[in-house]
């Protein structure tokens, strides 16, 4: 939805005109994916010139950079809200899997964010981003080590960096382009269905998680003795 005034002169309609902005980059980027998007296609979808949305990102990677940023902050509050007690590697990589699959624009950011995403803004963005997303795995990883007390910190952050590569990787490869897709089409041999996304990732995350539970278990023996 474009706001209903041209020019943004008032406080309240130049925050208005940077959402519109950012609800644009999600809407094209859950439509045709990010990497499709560019800043033409970013500016047709908010109702505004090119030069408009450089006055409030520094570049088409800067709007979608601040959307990741929002993604992990919204991801975390999600896992949070589900593993609000004790759980077992299975139930803890239901709730992961499955609040990424419902989170697809958040999966195709998390594959572009270091491949060109971070390349595309200031150093003063990047910081911005990395603050804001370190903050989002330390309650991931509050979240983790409270429902597996067995997990140390640094486990958790260590499964939450596996998931988060799984979930990039694996989403590329469940919606493929326009391209991949006609050769899946024409030999059923290469292809990857979309609906594989959620219950592979939540088996990979599982293997992640029990592996990673024997390990402290073994740790925490080898401490004991």
Known sequence: MTSSFQRARRPEHKEQRRQDILDAAATLGRRDGVRAVTLTDLAGEAGVHKSAVLRYFESREAVFLLL??????????????????SAGPQRVAAVLAETLASRPLFCDLLAHAQLNLERGVSEQEVRAFKVT???????????????MPSVSRSQAIDVIAGVTAMAASLWQTANPPETLARIYAQDPAFAHSPTEFAPRLERLVALLLIGTAVTAEGEGADRDE
């Open 133 to 147: 997303t370190l903050a989002a795995v330390d309650r991931i990883a509050d979240t983790l080590t409270s429902a």
């Open 68 to 85: 990741t940023a929002d993604a992990w902050q919204d991801w975390a509050a999600a896992v949070e809200e589900h593993l609000a007690e």
